[in-house]
């Protein structure tokens, strides 16, 4: 990708760049499935793009994700013998990033890397009652890396709509779809 970045840049800078909004900020929700967890997740991002030329854009963002797994297969053997099963495992990531999009015509390609930090807390049911309770919430960091593709549909004023997919993850991998609104902060150039 950095490669191609780098040709990119250079046979790009003498290509009419009109019609390209320089500076923007975006707000995304998005939806999905972690494959480790095999659970569903949920969670959105902000973040800011500049626009090089009409083929490149480099970002910078952060995002939250939530994922809840229920009677995940993890137990404890109790003092006299027997099974408890876990009654939830609940998952909570963040990430900071920064990467690059290839352009091409309203399609993209993209690909961050970053760190991301996620806390997960199993939780077990006490015996005999509704509530439960957990033994603590067990923190992990890694490197964050998330690889996608969308298409950006313009609007008015230079604000876009985008639709996109991405695999993401550090300890473990997400694959997710959403739409991205983007508030375009210069005039087309």
Do not use: C
Request: proline share 3%; no cysteine.
């Amino acid at each position: 990708m950095l490669l191609i970045g780098f040709f990119g840049i250079k046979t790009s800078k003498a290509q009419d760049s009109t019609g390209v909004i320089k500076h923007s900020v975006h707000i995304s929700p998005f939806a999905g499935y972690n494959s480790t967890f095999k659970a569903p997740v949920f969670g959105g991002e902000i973040g800011y793009e500049y626009r090089l030329n009409k083929h490149w854009g480099f970002t910078a963002g952060i995002n939250l994700a939530y994922i809840q797994k229920n009677n995940p297969a993890i137990g404890y053997i109790n003092n006299n013998g027997s099974i408890t099963q876990a009654k939830n495992v609940k998952v909570l990531q963040n990430a900071m990033y920064a990467g690059a999009k290839y352009y091409i015509g309203r399609f993209y390609l993209s690909a961050e890397l970053g760190y991301q930090d996620e806390y997960q807390t199993t939780n077990f049911p006490y015996t005999g009652t509704g509530s439960s309770y957990n033994n603590g919430t067990y923190a992990t960091n890694g490197f964050y890396q998330a690889y996608g593709l969308g298409y950006q549909i313009p609007l008015k004023k230079g604000d876009n709509i985008e639709i996109f997919a991405k695999g993401s993850g550090a300890n473990n991998t997400s694959f997710t779809a959403g739409f991205r609104y983007s508030f375009g902060l210069s005039k087309r150039r």
